[in-house]
């Protein structure tokens, strides 16, 4: 598909990528677009359930691979211990590449340019909002999904074993909790720990490079309709302001201490969510993109002591997600990023 075709698309997963409200919109908006797909996948699904009188061999057999567990909306669910053909339908897909698994669907339109995006090869697409029917046809054993609507989570239970999953808990959280839904408990902690050891190298070659101890950074980035946009509990701030990383600004500390992922600001007040170091966040949209070049030329912005002093620095957007395969990647691009290599 052209790359222009592609932008629309493109900018909903950026969105998508920010807030956990617009997952909630999508949602909805896949109830009205979907619904008929959503009947026929679940009475195909009713349909090939086994009745209840089937063999008790064979119900030992499955509860012999299975095990409960919650999700963090309070379902309880039987699911499989070692998950063959997974439908994982969530912004972090690049949690999975890190533990070295393979979803049998996914929506690709959110893989878009993503570091992880050559690893979706071989992976069914799922739409988003997610196909009922394409994910019956897939035979999944296993949904993740991080929509939160009941609605769906119902039809997708009807098709397979369903968890709802929180795509923007912190790292170590979800691949905590993915060792568990995957079977793969002793490759997330190893992936954990070995993330530790290079994030600690990672601080110690910045400071090495002038990185001053108590330094605070920021994450700026805009969106169509020139809406600007300070970053907090999400994406490459999750990198920043790790606990021997960067310091936030008083009102960016705030918002991460409210678990808020971003704030809509304005440039009039901009300086006071500045830090001594900035991060522009280069949009995918044309828009924004014109949006951000405005801001780069206003004197307010040339007033700012990080623009004066040489400290600002800009990443593609769609490269600075929360999944773990792009948070890996992103300790060995901050150093080059920041001229510390």
């Known amino acids: ?41 679940s ?8 009745s209840p009188g089937a063999s008790a061999d064979a119900g030992t057999a499955a509860a012999a691979g299975t095990q409960s567990y919650t999700d963090y909306i309070g379902h309880t669910v039987e699911i499989p211990v070692t998950p063959e053909r997974i439908i994982y339908s969530g912004e972090t897909y690049g949690d999975l590449v890190a533990l070295g698994v393979q979803a049998v669907g996914y929506p690709l339109s959110m893989g878009d340019g993503q570091i992880f995006e050559e690893k979706l090869a071989g992976v069914e697409d799922v739409g988003f909002p997610i196909n009922l029917e394409k994910t019956l046809e897939l035979q999944p054993d296993l949904i993740i999904y991080a929509g939160t609507d009941e609605a769906d989570f119902e039809a997708l239970s009807k098709i397979a074993p369903t968890v709802i999953f929180n795509t923007f808990a912190r790292l170590e959280e979800r691949m905590t909790e993915l060792g568990v839904l995957l079977g793969k408990k002793q490759e997330a902690e190893s992936w954990l720990a070995q993330y530790k050891t290079s994030e600690t190298a990672m601080w110690e070659q910045l400071k090495a490079a002038g990185m001053k101890e108590g330094e605070t950074a920021s994450v700026f980035t805009y969106y169509p309709g020139d809406r600007l946009f300070v970053m ?14 960067f310091k936030a600004p008083a009102p960016i500390q705030t918002l991460l201490d409210e678990g808020t992922g971003f704030l809509e600001i304005s440039m009039e007040v901009i300086s006071q969510y500045a830090g001594d170091r900035i991060f522009i966040l280069t949009p995918v949209a044309d828009e924004a993109k014109q949006s951000t070049n405005a801001m780069l030329q206003s004197e307010i912005w040339k007033s700012l002591p990080a623009v004066k002093n040489g400290y600002v620095y800009t990443q593609d957007i769609m490269k600075t997600s929360a999944d773990a395969s792009t948070r890996e990647w992103l300790l060995t691009e901050l150093p080059r990023l920041m001229g510390g290599k």
């Open 232 to 245: 907090a509990a999400t994406g490459l701030s999750q990198v920043l302001y790790a606990e021997v990383g």
């Open 1 to 41: 598909m052209l790359k222009k075709a592609r932008q629309p698309l493109a900018v909903l997963c950026v969105i998508f990528l920010m807030s956990a409200l617009l997952l909630a919109c999508g949602n909805n908006n896949a109830q009205t677009e979907t619904g008929n797909a959503a009947d026929t996948a």
């Open 43 to 50: 009475n195909t699904a009713a349909s090939a359930a086994p």
